[in-house]
């Protein structure tokens, strides 16, 4: 700080704290629905819409479905969408087949979507586990290892796949080693230069993305993917991650999960200057369900509150399971701001 504040009694803090209408002239932070990016799980099939029970209030969409609930999105101005693709368990395989095919089920949807909605931005998750059958985010070697440059050509074809079909956005949430730059490399090589790079680059092994594998159906058969996702005890470490993929091609870079990794965003912001988005994960949203449906905390105000947390932590951008909550509330909260006035 370059300036100390004035000391009491003449400086009075609270001075500006004295109604809505101050707070809102001084506010630092601000939170729009255009920031937000609303993740969708998305199923073969007609007319489905099933609920995920570890998340209430999210479900796993058919692209019919999904396409009627983009409606309600958009016209709450959310402009874009991640989407997760969800194949039957049969389509499943050694080498994840299905996640590069062009009839699969995230390619389809994108052309559907893209078809429909001009104006929607659309990010798929690119990463092998919910289409691999060992549930891996890479391919495993003939011993049971993670090979990771085995993994960067499939997952390279994948982000290709999802190009073709529309994305106007892969991300990439595998945390192979290499895998930014095989992707531009191969985007590039096939001529879409303007499909962008959004890297999930400080991404950490995190109990927060249980109800995700549920929803998702994509937890490893065995063991766990402690040797591709960071340990939570490290910073340093997401810094050179973030560094790496900067370097490698990424566009965007994201933090994951969020709200236990805000000095990680911090620091990401203060240290690079780059479009950063922060991920606040499966887990995160259903600890807050699980409260709120009890009556323990409130659900809107903690929410608008983490939201904002992530802003001020430096996230551009936020991925929330919440993100169309969050814009409906935003949209229909008209405060009066004169006739709030409590004082206490
Ligand atoms: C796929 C992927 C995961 C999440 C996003 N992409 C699961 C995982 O890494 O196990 C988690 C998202 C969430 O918990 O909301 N690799």
Redesign the pocket.
């Known amino acids: 700080m370059t300036q100390l504040p004035g000391q009491y009694p003449e400086y009075r803090p609270r001075r500006m704290r004295q109604n809505e209408a101050f707070r809102r002239l001084i506010r630092e932070t601000r939170l729009s629905a255009e920031q937000l990016i609303m ?1 969708y799980f998305v199923v073969e099939g007609r007319g489905v819409k099933e609920a995920i029970e570890a998340m209430p209030g999210q479900y796993r969409y058919s692209p019919d479905t999904l396409l009627a609930e983009l409606e309600t999105l958009v016209a709450l101005d959310v402009r874009t969408v991640l989407l ?1 693709g969800v194949p039957d368990e049969n389509e499943k395989d050694e080498q994840a087949s299905a996640a590069s095919s062009a009839e699969g089920i995230l390619q389809k949807t994108v052309r559907e979507i893209k078809s429909r909605f001009k104006d929607l931005l659309v990010i798929t ?1 690119v ?1 092998l ?1 919910a289409y691999t059958s060992h549930g891996h ?1 890479g391919m495993l070697s003939p011993e049971g290892q993670i090979d990771n440059d085995a993994s960067l050509d499939r997952l390279a074809e994948t982000a290709l796949s999802h190009a073709q079909a529309g994305a106007d956005i892969v991300a990439p ?2 945390m192979m080693d290499g895998r930014i730059r095989a992707i531009r490399t191969r985007l590039d090589a096939a001529g879409f230069k303007n499909t962008a790079i959004l890297s999930y680059a400080a991404k950490y092994a995190s109990a ?2 249980g ?3 549920e929803a ?1 159906h ?1 937890a490893p058969a065995a063991g766990d ?1 402690c040797s591709y ?1 960071m340990d939570p005890a490290n910073r340093e470490e997401a810094l050179r991650e973030i560094a790496m993929d900067i370097q490698e091609g990424a566009d965007m870079v994201m933090v994951k999960p969020a709200l236990a990794y805000l000095d990680v965003l911090r620091e990401a912001r203060e240290r690079f200057q780059f479009p950063l988005a922060a ?1 606040a ?3 995160e949203y259903s600890m807050l369900k699980a409260a709120s449906e009890r009556g323990w905390v409130d659900e809107k105000k903690i929410v608008l509150e983490m939201a904002v947390s992530l802003l001020r932590s430096g996230a551009n951008t936020i991925v929330t399971y919440h993100a169309k909550d969050i814009a409906f509330w935003l949209k229909n909260s008209q405060v009066n701001h004169f006739k709030e006035v409590k004082t206490f």
Request: contains cysteine; proline residues 10%; hydrophobic residues 25%.
């Open positions: 993740p997760f998750d990463c586990c985010c949430s595998d927060f993305y109800p995700f594998r998702a994509s993917r996702q991920y994960v499966s887990g």
